[in-house]
């Protein structure tokens, strides 16, 4: 298995534009998680699906964010509009069975914001 | 009380030791632990579970008080290899994971 798959891995982008960050789960896996990594707050998570549906979009931060699943293999979080705060590691993770059962993360994508 | 503590480091330690860390939650209906590390610049991997018994893993050994909710990690024999972060996990009410912090160890020649 090729693992969780995320692109870009690295994106540079102006203030104000729109990014689109993709994610491609183990395949079998029902659960899709976004989480977010900085310094100051470490990991935090964004969203999560169960089956394609969305479940908890608590920690999404405000509008500017959207995720959507729209099948069992592939997710997109966008930021739209892009500020420079949003500059951090964006992590996608899938599970079979969810949290008790241990996640695997992709690589993640950088995402500096000018 | 913030869900997950850890202390932050670094520790740094010789070739060779024996260094433990130490994890508390605050949501005491968690039933899964974890333990991830996670090298620099990289995503974090799942290192060991840990239940009620404890778990051991080779040099590795994670164990769970639940009466004082914490976890622990320890690690013998420590190895340059073993320089990362690790990240205690508790589940968060069977649905998702609340990260903690991470402790940075730094395993010196």
């Known amino acids: 298995d090729a693992g969780v798959i995320q692109s870009p891995r690295h994106e540079v982008t102006e203030m104000g534009q729109e990014v689109t960050l993709r994610c491609k789960p183990i395949s079998g896996h029902d659960y899709l998680f976004w989480y977010r990594q900085t310094m100051m707050r470490g990991l935090e998570l964004l969203i999560y699906?169960?089956?394609?549906?969305?479940?908890?979009d608590s920690g999404m931060p405000e509008d500017r964010f959207s995720a959507k699943m729209p099948n069992a293999s592939f997710s997109t979080l966008k930021i739209q509009p892009s500020e420079p705060r949003d500059s951090a590691v964006y992590f996608c993770?899938?599970?079979?069975?969810?949290?008790?059962?241990?996640?695997?993360f992709g690589s993640g994508t950088r995402l500096t914001v000018v | 009380r913030k869900e997950v503590e850890q202390d932050p480091g670094p520790f740094n330690v010789p070739e060779g030791a024996t260094v433990a860390f130490n994890c508390t939650y605050s949501n005491s209906a968690s039933q899964s632990f974890f333990w991830y590390r996670q090298d620099c610049r990289k995503e974090p991997k799942l290192l060991m579970s840990v239940y009620s018994s404890g778990n051991e893993d080779g040099r590795f050994t994670a164990q769970l008080n639940r009466a004082s909710q914490y976890i622990s990690l320890l690690i013998r024999d420590s190895k340059l290899s073993d320089s990362a972060t690790y990240l205690c996990v508790p589940e968060n009410y069977g649905q998702n994971f609340v990260f903690g912090p991470g402790t940075r160890l730094s395993v010196l020649p």
């Open positions: 993770a899938s599970s079979r069975g969810g949290a008790p059962m241990g996640y695997t």
């Open positions: 699906f169960n089956n394609n549906v969305p479940i908890d």
